[in-house]
């Protein structure tokens, strides 16, 4: 009995391209698949598929490797700088000072005048030195100075004292009776203390100079200090490396002024025998001192 099996062409094609992908005779070369698996001999899905996966594997294990070198590199970033704070923050800033300076000329004065007078009682040196100081308080105010400006500052009666045998006795008094005269235009000075030297006034006790209106003075200072902060700011960042951003906050200080100028005088000194004496005021520094603090960017 004879058993007949027929193959179609299909199945017999299907081992041909089996056999050209798993194995092929000795010698035969294996095929190559050229993208077209309607004619190649790998176009079984199993095959296909094979590919694909191998691929999409090697694919995810590239991006992989990326991902992972961006987020090393972004962790490292991080952790060198955890502990700075946020550009242009309170916390990065900078903070310098530096002082301007503005040059015046003194136009005001403040003078102390003084009537010293000596008695055998009181009654008598209150008298006589009532009646000097009276001459010379008329003519501070001849000189148009306001009586705003004139002020009594000492009034003062002791008195002296002899020592004999042990025993004190009071031979006499003193009176000192003091003025202090504020004079706003600095070419009535020298007139001043010539007048009120010949009408009594036998002391003064001092002569301060001083700008009556300093406030100009001290705005060009000030302006002066915060163009040299700015300056020292800017060369600070350029050395280190960063930017400066705007001004958070600023403060100023101003200088005391300069001690007062000492004059003695007695009727033999300044004034007194009718030549006025020639007052120099010279010049004073204003100075301005400012703090300020820059953002840093």
Not at 24 to 47: L, M
Not at 165 to 186: E, F, H
């Amino acid at each position: 009995m004879e058993i007949h099996v027929e193959k179609s062409e299909n199945n017999v094609s299907g081992e041909r391209r089996r056999e050209g992908f798993s194995g092929s005779p000795a010698n035969e070369t294996a095929p190559v698949c050229v993208g077209d698996c309607q004619e190649c001999r790998c176009s079984f899905p199993e095959d296909r598929w094979r590919i694909s996966k191998t691929s999409v594997l090697a694919l995810s294990t590239v991006l992989a490797v990326f991902l992972g070198v961006l987020t090393l590199d972004k962790a490292v970033a991080m952790w060198k700088t955890r502990n700075l704070p946020a550009a242009g923050s309170a916390e990065r800033s900078m903070t310098l000072s530096a002082t301007g300076k503005s040059v015046a000329t003194p136009d005001a004065a403040d003078i102390q005048l003084s009537v010293l007078t000596e008695g055998a009682t009181p009654e008598a040196v209150g008298r006589e030195n009532s009646e000097k100081m009276n001459a010379v308080t008329d003519y501070v105010k001849s000189l148009g100075i306001e009586s705003s400006d004139i002020a009594t500052a000492n009034y003062s009666l002791y008195p002296k004292y002899e020592y004999i045998r042990g025993r004190s006795n009071i031979v006499g008094y003193t009176l000192t009776q003091m003025l202090r005269v504020v004079v706003r235009d600095s070419k009535k000075i020298g007139l001043l203390l010539e007048g009120a030297i010949s009408r009594g006034a036998n002391q003064v006790g001092e002569v301060r100079f001083f700008v009556d209106d300093p406030e100009k003075f001290r705005a060009e200072a000030r302006k002066d200090a915060l163009g040299k902060v700015r300056q020292k700011a800017e060369e600070l960042a350029a050395l280190a490396g960063v930017k400066i951003g705007l001004l958070a906050s600023f403060s100023e200080s101003s200088d005391a002024p300069p001690p007062p100028v000492f004059y003695a005088a007695s009727r033999e000194g300044i004034g007194g025998d009718g030549v006025i004496p020639r007052i120099e005021p010279g010049a004073q520094d204003v100075m301005v001192t400012v703090t300020a603090r820059y953002l840093i960017e």
